[in-house]
């Protein structure tokens, strides 16, 4: 934290000098009281009142001017100390693996991207106002009050002590509750999330009332949390306000004492009053930031998790641009991968090389691994054993055809230099330019179509085959289309297959699939079954050799189709 607060040190010096002239102002007004009493009203000398009652405003002048700078530049350190850290947070999740992101899950990152920098926020302007002016504006008072009463200071003694007592009894009660707190707030958010991402599945099957109780159960849990630590923090400020009323008796009683004694004036007793209510005053300041300080320090805690977690490793993956066309394109050598804690490996000693202009096909059951070695390829995770070496770009169409809210031409450049052109071309190639209208002579207006978060005003069809232009559109050296024709109807299908043949075919690819039919034609087939290469070849090359591939083509074709694919491959 204190990085985030040295950018901004010249910012800090205004706020000091700003809230050195506020408790300035503060502590020399009591005084002035004192004279005026003492020295014009006992006196009877009007003119030392009005003397004295001019300097009174100079002062408070003075002292409202160090307010706002204080109070304004609070504020703007708070803010920017935010927007920094949110900055940050958001810098540090899109350096961290997948595996890191699904550690913390979706919706604690955005719980503690918004809710926990917002505490953050508040305890600033929290600290930086009230907490730094109220220790030194206690100290000063009572050194004031020393010297202007110190026949009846074991009374502001005794008041501070209560005080302490209070406070530090308040914070150890609510401060395990706050990360509580926090992690029923995650909770609730990943429901909510749930919710509203699954809303048409849960409609489907009718499970509106399983929801409802689910989200109710959580945010009961919540506000039974909040509700406690709102009653502990909330008899905070009336038992502040009872020693304050208190301490106020006990200096009036005692202190006309002292002035019938002749041992104090009264003047100096109205002004240790002052005082004191000062001294109270800025422990209840001082209680105020506790009440958000022990939630603040859980929500940074929380925030330093994700700041200071480091991205794993990326010794297993390379990837360089421009290769010597000999070399091979792509190698995979004994890869294996696990999931966080599982005891058994998910890829398990993956090794096959790729050329350019190559067809890969990856083919297995569901939970084969196909999926997750796509991932290990594209660095999107990183593999526990073994090396994996890219010579080139890459272009990747994953399994869910994610869109983000904007215009076609921002979802395809997504911050690359593409040129209306080689957007457009992308799209043809992708068999988009019916749909989205399309003209080679003015491109724009199509290019500006608008797309709702997650595509939802287009079909699977039309979202997938965006998907496939964004990749297009780079020309990259290796193309990986991970179950990518699955929302494509058989023409459509059978066109891409074409264009891509066509006008990408020094382009490497690789396909997964679950149809033998359509990845027949592939260079090299690699079936996986449980994590394992069980085959490597040709369609014609398993077919005649490799049981699991015969297994999957006869699951998937009819007894003469089947037999007469055999026959083929002999």
């Known amino acids: 934290m204190i990085r985030y607060f040295l950018r901004h040190w010249w910012r800090l010096i205004f706020l000091f000098a700003g809230l050195i002239l506020q408790v300035w102002a503060s502590l020399e007004l009591p005084s002035y009281m004192a004279d005026i009493i003492n020295r014009g009203i006992v006196a009877g000398d009007q003119s030392i009142i009005w003397q004295i009652g001019y300097r ?26 935010s927007a920094q850290i949110r900055q940050d947070i958001f810098t540090k999740v899109l350096e961290l693996s997948i595996t890191d992101v699904e550690s913390f899950s979706t919706a604690s990152l955005i719980t503690r991207t918004t809710n926990d920098v917002s505490q953050i926020s508040s305890s600033l302007v929290m600290l930086l106002r009230l907490s730094l002016q109220a220790p030194i504006m206690a100290v000063g008072a009572i050194l004031m009050a020393l010297q202007t009463a110190p026949s009846i200071t074991w009374i502001m003694a005794l008041s501070v002590a209560s005080l302490l007592v209070i406070i530090i009894s308040a914070m150890l009660i609510v401060l395990p509750k706050f990360k509580i707190m926090q992690t029923a707030l995650d909770r609730l958010n990943q429901i909510a999330r749930e919710n509203l991402t699954g809303l048409r599945v849960i409609r489907a099957f ?105 991205p794993q490793a990326r010794s297993t993956s390379t990837r360089t641009e421009g290769w010597a066309h000999a070399a ?38 569901t939970g084969s691994g196909k999926t997750t070695l796509i991932n290990l390829i594209a660095g999107l995770q990183e593999a526990c054993q073994g090396q994996i070496t890219l010579r080139g770009t890459l272009g990747l169409i994953p399994q869910k055809n994610l869109l983000f809210k904007g215009t076609v031409r921002e979802n395809l450049k997504l911050g690359a230099k593409l040129s209306d052109a080689q957007l457009s071309r992308a799209l043809q ?55 990518s024709f699955s929302a494509l109807d058989l023409k459509t299908d059978a066109l891409l297959r ?31 079954d449980a994590g394992r290469v069980v085959g490597f070849g040709t369609h014609a090359e398993l077919l005649r050799s490799n049981q699991t591939y015969q297994e999957i083509a006869a699951s998937q074709m009819s007894e003469a189709e089947y037999a007469a694919e055999r026959k083929a491959a002999q």
């Open 498 to 528: 074409a264009n891509l043949k066509k006008h990408y075919h020094n382009t490497a690819q690789i396909i997964v699939a679950q149809r033998i039919s359509t990845i027949k034609t592939a260079d090299q087939i690699l079936v996986l």
């Open 56 to 81: 009174m405003l100079l002062v408070a002048a003075i002292g409202g001017v160090g307010m706002v700078i204080s109070g304004f530049m609070s504020s703007k350190i708070a803010a920017l100390i």
């Open 328 to 365: 091979p394109l792509l190698q995979v050598h004994d890869v294996s991968y696990r999931y966080g804690t599982a005891e058994e490996s998910t890829i398990k000693n993956v090794s096959f090389d790729l050329q350019a202009g190559q067809t890969l096909a990856i083919l297995g059951g």
């Open 206 to 310: 009718n499970s509106e009332r399983r929801e409802e109780q689910r989200f109710e159960k959580a945010n009961q849990h919540f506000a039974g949390i909040g509700f406690f630590t709102a009653a502990v923090m909330s008899t905070t400020f009336p038992l502040v306000w009872l020693v304050m009323s208190l301490t106020s008796l006990a200096i009036v009683w005692f202190g006309s004492h002292q002035i019938a004694a002749s041992n104090l004036e009264i003047g100096n007793m109205m002004a240790f009053l002052q005082y004191a209510m000062q001294v109270i005053l800025a422990f209840m300041f001082l209680s105020m930031a506790f009440v958000i300080l022990p939630r603040a320090i859980v929500s940074w805690k929380r925030i330093r998790e994700v700041l200071d977690r480091q």
């Open 429 to 483: 190639n992708a068999c988009a330019a019916d749909f989205l209208e399309l003209s080679l002579a003015d491109p724009a207006p199509a290019l500006k179509t608008e797309i709702a978060q997650n595509g939802t005003n287009f079909s699977g069809g039309q979202r997938q085959r965006l998907c496939i232009a964004r990749a297009l559109a780079r020309d990259p050296d290796l193309l990986i289309f991970d179950d």
